[in-house]
């Protein structure tokens, strides 16, 4: 029994230095974790941004497209254009004094329809973000410890 005593305090100081080591590596995984976790959500974000940003250049592009043909619109109805138009096709013009207006009560007027928005009328209030990317790491590491804590308290 001496013996196995003996041997059994032999082993202990081997057992203490790997005690040691794990305690001195456990802080270096730690942390190596959580600079990964970092960098995944870091990159998901900036994946994200990019997407947006790329989504927003679009918006930009197809709404400076529309302000062109409106321009190209209003000037193939332009007065200018028209008379040239309408003369090509044989029509005269007329003198105001054999112009007769006739005033019709049921009559609305012609109506305005705006198409699109100024180009320069950027808003960049209409764009959401996924929840998920407005978080910091130091909040998204308080509520999963948290919510696991409480969890546990609950059980």
Same mark, same amino acid.
């Given at each position: 029994?001496?013996?196995?005593?003996?041997?059994?305090?032999?082993?202990?100081?081997?057992?203490?230095?790997?005690?040691?080591?794990?305690?001195?590596?456990?802080?270096?995984?730690?942390?190596?974790?959580?600079?990964?976790?970092?960098?995944?959500?870091?990159?998901?974000?900036?994946?994200?941004?990019?997407?947006i940003?790329?989504y927003?250049?679009?918006?930009?592009?197809?709404?400076?497209?529309?302000?062109?043909?409106?321009?190209?619109?209003?000037w193939?109805?332009?007065?200018?254009?028209?008379?040239? =138009?309408?003369?090509? @096709?044989?029509?005269?013009?007329?003198? &105001? !004094?054999?112009?007769?207006?006739? #005033? *019709?009560? %049921?009559?609305?007027? =012609?109506?305005?329809? @705006?198409?699109?928005?100024?180009?320069? &009328? !950027?808003?960049?209030?209409?764009v #959401? *973000?996924? %929840?998920?990317?407005?978080?910091?790491?130091?909040?998204?590491?308080?509520?999963?410890?948290?919510?696991?804590?409480?969890?546990? #308290?609950?059980?």
């Amino acid at each position: 029994m001496a013996k196995q005593l003996i041997q059994a305090y032999k082993q202990t100081p081997r057992r203490k230095q790997l005690q040691k080591l794990g305690l001195s590596v456990l802080p270096v995984i730690t942390l190596g974790t959580i600079f990964a976790l970092y960098l995944v959500f870091s990159a998901q974000a900036a994946a994200a941004g990019l997407e947006i940003r790329a989504y927003l250049d679009t918006k930009e592009e197809l709404q400076r497209t529309i302000a062109n043909e409106n321009t190209q619109l209003a000037w193939l109805l332009s007065n200018t254009n028209m008379s040239k =138009r309408a003369e090509k @096709l044989g029509f005269t013009q007329i003198s &105001s !004094d054999n112009t007769f207006y006739m #005033v *019709l009560p %049921s009559y609305p007027g =012609r109506t305005v329809r @705006l198409t699109s928005p100024a180009p320069a &009328s !950027d808003s960049e209030g209409d764009v #959401v *973000l996924n %929840s998920a990317y407005q978080e910091s790491l130091g909040d998204f590491l308080q509520n999963l410890l948290f919510s696991a804590s409480s969890k546990e #308290v609950e059980q």
